[in-house]
C-alpha cells in the first residue's frame, strides 16, 4: 500500500519563487518513488486533483497563519495522512522543513544585510514589530520548545546548526536532508542564442572579444550581495585588470539604486540588467561563472542549478550550499559578503580561461550532479518518514 504523504505550504504558485517551486519538485519526485502526495496549501490557482487550497474564500494574498491551522486540522481529521510534512511552524506535523532557515537566523541576516549600520540596528529592533514575522516566530520557538514536536529536516549544516544555537535543540530532533534540484532541465538552444546576442549588444561587444560573463540571479539584490559585486567588478578591473570580467544580473528586483551604483564607480559598461528570466538554466548557458555573495541563503537554488550546468560557483558561507562542493575545486567561498577585496580576487581568477575549464571538469568528474540532484534529495526524504513511521508503530 503506498504511503500518503501531506505537504503543507503556505501559497501553490511556483511563479514566487525557489522555495515553492522547491517544494513541488520535491513532490514530485515523491511520486516518482511511489509515494501518493498531496499539497496542502491556504491559496494558489490550480486544477491538479492533488493540490488542496484550503482558504479559497478567505481574503487578501496572505492567510492568518491560526486561520491556515485551523483550516489543515479540518482537512487532516477528515483524511487520513502517513506523515504531515510542513514547511511552516506547525507543531502537529511529523516533519518541519523551513524553506527559509530559521525565523530568528533570517531576521539577523536580513537586517546586516543593509549598508547603514543605524537602519541595521533599527531593523533588528523593529523586527518583532511585524505581526505575521513575529507570530512565526513564535510559533517556531513553540515547536522547538514541544519534546513531541516534529523532526526538522534541514537543508543544510548551516541550517541545522541555526537550531542547535538558537532554540538549544537536540540532535535527536535534527535530520539534514540536503538541498535538490533538477539536473536534467533542457536549454532551449534558440532561447539561449538569443539571449547571448542580447547581452552582446547591450554590452557593445563582439564574440571576438572573448568577454567572461559573471551571472547574478536573486530577486532580492540587497540580501544577495548585489552591491558588494559591483564594488568587486569596480576592484577586479582596477586592481586585477581583470578587462574581461563582465556582469549579467538576472532578476525581478528594483535595479535603480545598483544602475547609480555602477555609474558612480564607472563600471556601468560591464553591467547588463536583464530583468526577470523565466529559465535560469537558459541563461546559465550562455554564461561563465555563476555569483551570488548573498548575506543569508539556507541552501541556494542557483547555486546548485549552476553546479548542475557544470559552471563554477562564487558564494559565501552564508550559503549552504556550500555543504555540496568544495572551496577551490568546484568554486570560491567568500568568508564575508563585505569582504570586497576576497570577491575581487575570486572574479579575476575566473577570467582566466584556463581556471574556468579545469573547475568545470572537476565538477563534472566529482559527479556533484549526482550530489545536488532532487531525486537524491527525495530517497533521503522517504528514508526519514519511514523512520519516523517505525518509531511511531514502537510506541
Not at 547603514?116 to 529592533?125: A, D, E, L, P, V
Request: with cysteine; net charge positive.
Amino acid at each position: 500500500m503506498k504511503r500518503k504523504i501531506a505537504i503543507i505550504i503556505e501559497r501553490a504558485d511556483i511563479t514566487l519563487g525557489g522555495a515553492e517551486r522547491s517544494v513541488f519538485e520535491l513532490a514530485s519526485a515523491l511520486s516518482a518513488r511511489g509515494l501518493k502526495v498531496d499539497v496542502l496549501a491556504a491559496k494558489g490557482q490550480t486544477k491538479a486533483k492533488n493540490i488542496h487550497i484550503l482558504c479559497r474564500t478567505k481574503a487578501g494574498k496572505r492567510t492568518w497563519h491560526f486561520t491556515f491551522a485551523k483550516a489543515i486540522k479540518k482537512h487532516l481529521a477528515e483524511n487520513r495522512y502517513d506523515i504531515v510534512h510542513s514547511v511552516l511552524p506547525f507543531d502537529f506535523a511529523d516533519v518541519y522543513q523551513p524553506r527559509g532557515g530559521s525565523f530568528a537566523e533570517a531576521i539577523l541576516r536580513n537586517a546586516s544585510s543593509y549598508q547603514n549600520r543605524f537602519i541595521q540596528s533599527c531593523k533588528k529592533t523593529t523586527a518583532f514589530a511585524n505581526f505575521r514575522r513575529a507570530t512565526l516566530l513564535h510559533a517556531e520557538k513553540k515547536l522547538c520548545n514541544n519534546p513531541n514536536g516534529p523532526v526538522i529536516a534541514a537543508l543544510s549544516k548551516y541550517v541545522a546548526d541555526q537550531f542547535r544555537q538558537r532554540y538549544n535543540l537536540d540532535d535527536s530532533r535534527i535530520v539534514v536532508i540536503p538541498n535538490g534540484v533538477k539536473v536534467d532541465e533542457r536549454i532551449d538552444t534558440a532561447v539561449a542564442g538569443k539571449l547571448r546576442a542580447q547581452i552582446l549588444a547591450k554590452l557593445s561587444l563582439k564574440e571576438t572579444d572573448n568577454p567572461v560573463f559573471f551571472l547574478f540571479a536573486a530577486n532580492n539584490f540587497r540580501l544577495k550581495g548585489l552591491a558588494a559585486l559591483i564594488k568587486a567588478m569596480h576592484l577586479a578591473a582596477d586592481r586585477y585588470q581583470a578587462s574581461k570580467a563582465y556582469l549579467v544580473v538576472a532578476g525581478r528586483d528594483r535595479s535603480r539604486t545598483y544602475r547609480h551604483l555602477a555609474r558612480k564607480l564607472k563600471v556601468d559598461t560591464r553591467i547588463v540588467f536583464l530583468g526577470k528570466v523565466r529559465h535560469i538554466q537558459n541563461a546559465l548557458s550562455i554564461t561563465d561563472v555563476a555569483v551570488t555573495p548573498t548575506f543569508y541563503d539556507p541552501s541556494s537554488r542557483f547555486t546548485l542549478e549552476a553546479l548542475a550546468a557544470d559552471k563554477p560557483v562564487i558564494t559565501t558561507k552564508f550559503n549552504g550550499a556550500t555543504d555540496l562542493f568544495s572551496d577551490s575545486t568546484h568554486g570560491k567561498v567568500i568568508a564575508c559578503p563585505r569582504d570586497i577585496p576576497q570577491l575581487a580576487a575570486a572574479i579575476a581568477h575566473f577570467t582566466n580561461p584556463d581556471n574556468i575549464q579545469k573547475t568545470s571538469q572537476a565538477i563534472a568528474a566529482d559527479n556533484l550532479r549526482e550530489k545536488i540532484s532532487i531525486k537524491r534529495t527525495a530517497k533521503l526524504t522517504e528514508a526519514l518518514y519511514e523512520s519516523i513511521i517505525e518509531k511511531r508503530s514502537q510506541q
